[in-house]
């Protein structure tokens, strides 16, 4: 529990737009899966709104199969409309996005080469962690944030690659900051490293050469700031360890921070389905609400899941006035640092501590 602000990083304008962001993101990832007209809900929900064929991996959006929140973020953030100018930053847009994914003659349901920014094809599971170190050696400036699902972590290449650390040089590579998507479940059954104790699992990556920091919890405002605090302190640390080693040459091997976070699988989607229970298991894992002419009633509940909705009203939808996410379109302003282009430059964290 976050009880003072001396302890935030986040001021509350800031926690505010971050919030905003995340759950635009959560609804273009819900609306790419299941959306196939009335992008911004200007309407009720029916039937022929819904794709006929639901395909995709709510419980999984991010590593893996979890193409959607890839795709969503970098339409977030303009990117993706920069790439492809026909998937414009209007409801007509909106609507091709979300009709495109998963869907015959539209993009792949995981994170493919036509993802703007892409390096890695998350369709197979096992590779990202070698391809942040890929991506990190002799680039010093660089620091790569790789999401590792727990069922990724499971596999041969992924286990193996937790020990890159031992080829990465801190005078000329960059870093790579593993983030460790503890939800706890795989398709149909708990995760290996799910469990463990903290204790155990703690002592695991400490072995492999890492220094791990955990950010735990399903309350979305302090999330946030946990996660704001623990990227920065991470960040701030690989810098320390990087600056002391260019400036007196000592490339001898410190044990790198990594975060490692759990958050419940399909967090924020539907808590009950049918009676059964959904977020916090494996029946969140791909398409958590099944929509259809055999399953009419479940179109209302679709309409309540709650990316579509902002916390202080349930009637109003996240883009029903169209105005878009505040802090999407100040990224877009920005236009550095998208997730979908490589703007690559020095360090300036870097440059001011080098002395």
């Not at 962001?21 to 819904?50: F, K, M």
Request: with cysteine.
């Amino acid at each position: 529990m976050l009880d003072s602000a001396a302890t935030r990083t986040l001021a509350p304008d800031v926690l505010q737009r971050i919030d905003a962001y995340w759950r635009a993101a959560n609804y273009l990832s819900v609306g790419q899966i299941y959306l196939y007209d009335n992008p911004l809900l200007r309407r009720p929900l029916e039937l022929s709104d819904v794709k006929p064929l639901v395909v995709g991996h709510w419980g999984t959006t991010g590593p893996g199969h979890g193409g959607p929140a890839l795709v969503g973020n970098t339409y977030l953030e303009g990117s993706y409309s920069e790439v492809y100018p026909d998937v414009s930053q209007d409801e007509a847009g909106l609507k091709k996005l979300f009709t495109q994914f998963s869907f015959p003659g539209g993009i792949s349901s995981h994170v493919a080469p036509t993802t703007p920014g892409s390096i890695h094809e998350g369709g197979e599971l096992g590779y990202s962690l070698s391809h942040a170190f890929g991506a990190a050696f002799d680039n010093p400036d660089l620091i790569v944030a790789c999401v590792i699902g727990d069922g990724e972590a499971e596999t041969g290449p992924l286990a193996t690659a937790w020990q890159s650390t031992k080829f990465l040089n801190p005078i000329s590579d960059g870093a790579v900051l593993p983030i460790l998507h503890l939800n706890g479940y795989k398709i149909s059954n708990p995760t290996v490293l799910a469990r463990v104790e903290h204790e155990e699992l703690e002592q695991y990556l400490r072995g492999c050469g890492w220094d791990p920091r955990f950010v735990e919890g399903d309350a979305p405002e302090e999330m946030h700031e946990l996660m704001a605090g623990t990227l920065q302190e991470a960040i701030e640390r690989i810098r320390r360890i990087q600056c002391a080693a260019r400036r007196d040459g000592d490339a001898a091997r410190p044990c790198w921070p990594m975060i490692v976070l759990r958050s419940p699988k399909g967090w924020t989607g539907p808590k009950l389905v049918d009676g059964l229970r959904v977020e916090g298991t494996f029946r969140a894992h791909q398409v958590p609400l099944l929509v259809d002419r055999e399953h009419p009633e479940h179109l209302s509940q679709l309409e309540l899941w709650p990316a579509f909705h902002t916390d202080t009203d349930p009637e109003d939808p996240v883009y029903h006035d169209n105005s878009g996410c505040p802090y999407g379109q100040e990224i877009k302003r920005n236009g550095n640092d998208k997730a979908g282009t490589d703007n690559r430059r020095r360090c300036e964290w870097c440059t001011q501590h080098a002395a």
